[in-house]
């Protein structure tokens, strides 16, 4: 279907109000895919670019400011990015997820690089309402059908052609984006208070270890290489389905280390994978270790409940048992996040990054086995109570999101009357 709907109803966005029609997004402007080089290219100031990965993790509705540049002269290899235009990721993980979107805000001139879909409104629709209509339930799910890949998911400009978007009159479109942006504003807030919260806890949780470590005793430090098995793995090609399609082995990447413990994955390589990319096999009680990683994750440590295998950026520190309880080596491990990340910092990278022999050289105190039981075992109650309230926020968070969604989708469907919510 192209064009006007004569009815205003359609499958995914249902019956709309009096007075809104449906059109396909093709039919509302045109879009044109992104290319351009890689993030070796990005610069320290220049112009502007927006990369599509940074579409999942730096921007939401819109984008305000530049997070990356290029040189001119490498500038003139990209897609043009005009203000008020909206920028599709073509490429990521997940069907959830894929096609994110967001309106730029950025002064021009202004660049999107390859692997992203621009898309240039008419004046029939504002460009901001367009941004919410694109988060909606509805069409995220359309966007999720639609898509090709398993491992790495795709969906083209022709695919993204045929969304339909609801179309109330202009006066009202700008209305809602209005109510949207202050609407979801206030839950944006509250999240990221909730999120500052949970920070605020996971200190406190490493200052008590912290605490509890350096008051065991003077025991003699060793270096970490010399009483555990210390490595890495690799990511098998994404494009090679021999590696991935009904895969069984548990593949986890550097996301995991912020979990306390580590009991299942969301991914899974074959027995050819880890044959032909040399993936290690990791044992239960191992500790992970983050590698890499501009956030929390370098230096974090979480302990492996089942046999599995990692990536690169993943270190895995396999005890020998005669000298480690795995639990009190996570503990001590957590501890020494400030250090570990200090020592991230002297290899001259400018993002910074562990390595897998910096860790075999990295020296802790080794008590007797008994020592550690029972330093872990206080840790452990002494923690219960904060690990339960980081899960519950973590619950709040979840739930403020899902009202973000409904909200916006109740919206730009004309679930709600924006000027009775006002």
Not at 93 to 115: H, N, R, T
Not at 133 to 159: D, N, Q
Not at 335 to 364: H, I, P, V
Request: charged residues 25%; proline residues 5%.
């Amino acid at each position: 279907m192209s064009g006007v709907s004569e009815n205003a109803v359609d499958p995914w966005l249902g019956r709309l109000p009096a007075g809104w029609s449906i059109k396909r997004l093709g039919a509302l402007g045109a879009l044109v895919k992104g290319r351009g080089g890689s993030k070796e290219d990005n610069r320290d100031a220049g112009v502007p670019v927006v990369r599509y990965g940074d579409l999942y993790t730096k921007f939401d509705t819109t984008i305000a400011a530049p997070v990356a540049f290029v040189s001119e002269e490498d500038a003139a290899r990209y897609t043009p990015l005009p203000m008020h235009s909206i920028v599709f990721a073509a490429s990521g993980e997940s069907a959830e997820d894929i096609g994110k979107s967001a309106m730029s805000l950025l002064a021009e001139p202004a660049v999107v690089g390859g692997d992203a879909v621009v898309f240039h409104p008419s004046h029939e629709i504002d460009p901001l309402y367009l941004a919410y209509a694109l988060e909606s339930s509805p069409l995220r799910a359309y966007k999720a059908i639609r898509s090709t890949g398993f491992t790495v998911v795709h969906i083209s400009a022709g695919k993204l052609k045929t969304l339909p978007i609801p179309i109330p009159p202009l006066a009202k479109q700008r209305a809602i984006a209005h109510y949207l942006d202050r609407e979801t504003v206030r839950i944006d807030t509250l999240i990221e208070e909730q999120q500052r919260l949970i920070e605020m806890l996971r200190e406190r949780r490493q200052a008590v270890a912290m605490h509890a470590i350096l008051q065991s005793t003077g025991s003699a430090t060793d270096k970490l290489g010399r009483t555990a098995r210390i490595g890495n793995g690799s990511t098998p090609r994404r494009d090679s389905a021999i590696y991935w399609r009904g895969g069984h082995i548990p593949w986890l990447n550097s996301s995991v280390v912020n979990k306390a413990r580590v009991s299942g994955a969301e991914q899974f390589v074959t027995a050819v994978a880890l044959r032909e990319c040399h993936l290690p096999v990791v044992a239960p009680g191992s500790v992970l270790v983050g590698l890499t990683g501009q956030g929390k994750t370098r230096g974090m440590a979480t302990i492996l409940d089942i046999e599995a295998t990692v990536n690169q950026h993943v270190a895995y520190v396999t005890p020998d048992r005669s000298r480690w309880l795995p639990e009190y080596l996570l503990w001590s491990l957590r501890a020494s996040y400030d250090e570990l990340r200090r020592l991230s910092e002297e290899n001259g990278s400018t993002k910074g990054g562990l390595t897998c022999e910096a860790l075999k050289q990295f020296r802790l105190a080794v008590p007797p086995l008994d020592e550690q039981r029972r330093i872990a075992a206080y840790l452990d109650g002494q923690t219960a109570k904060i690990d339960t309230l980081i899960v519950e926020t973590e619950g709040f968070i979840e739930l403020a999101r899902e009202r973000r969604a409904a909200l916006i989708t109740a919206a730009v469907t004309g679930q709600i009357d924006v000027r009775e919510a006002a």
